[in-house]
């Protein structure tokens, strides 16, 4: 089996991807928590009245990390770590204030789903933190897939 390097551009897109996904899911199942969908009948998430402000709040919130995505493979390197380090440590607090409110019934829930937000987060710094200062020129990159193949 063949493992190859990947490049950070892609590990991070990735990364961004998943936590996507897990927040869409997230917020879906909230709506699964007794009362939720009545107070949002009622014209109220959390303490908070719905607006079109809030609503355009959230977009920002969710949209961002969609837009990483893309800026993680499409940045130079070095303004694709800086911005990936930034919004990555930032987006910690957001995460974590998803449990501002919650009863200790959901307790476990609120703590697994932030937890696996936090740990993509961690990863996504890491991966940037971690990001190689330079890159192989393509002859020696090429030299080193011919010796691989030759051990196969």
């Known amino acids: 089996m063949e493992d190859l390097r990947r490049p950070v551009q892609a590990k991070l897109a990735a990364a961004w991807t998943s936590l996507m996904f897990l927040v869409i899911y997230i917020d879906y199942f909230h709506l699964y928590q007794p009362g939720e969908i009545d107070e949002i009948r009622g014209g109220v998430i959390f303490e908070f009245d719905i607006s079109g402000t809030l609503m355009s709040i959230f977009f920002a919130i969710i949209a961002i990390p969609a837009l990483m995505v893309m800026l993680s493979m499409t940045l130079p390197a070095r303004v694709n770590r800086a911005t990936n380090l930034v919004v990555?440590?930032?987006?910690?607090?957001?995460?974590?204030?998803n449990a501002a409110g919650a009863s200790w019934d959901w307790a476990f829930y609120y703590g697994l789903t932030i937890g696996v937000e936090v740990l993509i987060l961690a990863f996504i710094l890491r991966s940037a933190w971690t990001w190689p200062r330079h890159t192989a020129s393509p002859a020696i990159l090429a030299a080193s897939l011919d010796r691989a193949g030759q051990r196969t």
């Open 88 to 97: 990555a440590a930032l987006y910690i607090p957001v995460m974590v204030f």
